[in-house]
């Protein structure tokens, strides 16, 4: 156990809907970032929050967002979803928001569109 | 375009042996370069981060080189055991703006058969 805890572990849902993943970062940690990645395109970047403020963006499609509550989770928003976005998506968190320290990762949410 | 290309794309050894994973990168302004180990199904596991000024790190029976000239890093293990067959990722940190972006490469398979 990493110590950073994402749920659900599989969603299923349908072209067209929007789901909603959640992530607890590691106990202490500030920066929470979220990744995706799928079998053609390998991990990939998509946004990073650092105490509750969206700190660096990668490449992050319009229809997702994410958003660090007060109590430090996250959770990333996927609308319109396309058949496209079936991935594994991945959470991961640091001490800080720079970018010398290491990050501890979650054990993923499988998405599948269909 | 990938800006770290890691090669091969997939090694077989058998248990015992030494092997040596490559990447390459171009991107800039670098930061700091990370190898990761990623067994099938999970999240990434962090081996290494090396900064600009070091040129080689150890974590057990994997050590990482960095030649920050050429843009090369290795990553190579010694006496491999079955346990280390997985994906082993290079990522390569940039900073830009005051924030830091990783980019991954796609990743060496690596298998250690008996």
């Known amino acids: 156990d990493s110590g950073v805890t994402q749920t659900p572990k599989h969603l299923i849902t349908a072209t067209g809907q929007r789901v909603t993943l959640r992530c607890s970062p590691r106990?202490?940690?500030?920066?929470v970032y979220w990744y995706q990645q799928s079998l053609d395109q390998g991990l990939q970047f998509l946004i990073q929050?650092?105490?509750?403020?969206?700190?660096a963006k990668g490449n992050i499609l319009e229809r997702f967002s994410a958003q660090q509550f007060p109590d430090l989770h996250s959770e990333l928003n996927l609308s319109s979803l396309e058949l496209g976005d079936s991935a594994l998506y991945f959470c991961?968190?640091?001490?800080?928001?720079?970018?010398?320290?290491?990050?501890?990762f979650g054990s993923g949410t499988r998405l599948t569109v269909v | 375009k990938n800006q770290v290309e890691q090669s091969p794309q997939s090694l077989i050894i058998l248990e015992g042996k030494n092997c040596t994973l490559q990447?390459?990168?171009?991107?800039?302004?670098?930061?700091?370069l990370r190898w990761y180990k990623q067994d099938t199904g999970r999240g990434p596991v962090s081996l290494t981060i090396?900064?600009?000024?070091?040129n080689t790190k150890s974590n057990g029976r994997y050590t990482a080189t960095l030649d920050a000239d050429t843009k090369q890093s290795s990553l190579h293990i010694t006496a491999s055991q079955l346990s280390d067959s997985a994906s082993y990722i290079c990522?390569?940190?940039?900073?830009?703006?005051?924030?830091?972006?990783?980019?991954f490469g796609r990743g060496t398979s690596l298998i250690v058969h008996p």
């Open positions: 990447c390459n990168y171009t991107v800039s302004p670098f930061s700091n």
């Open positions: 991961a968190s640091s001490v800080l928001g720079q970018g010398n320290y290491g990050y501890t």
């Open positions: 106990s202490g940690d500030l920066s």
């Open positions: 929050y650092y105490n509750g403020e969206e700190r």
């Open positions: 990522v390569v940190i940039k900073t830009t703006g005051g924030s830091y972006i990783p980019t």
């Open positions: 090396m900064t600009f000024s070091e």
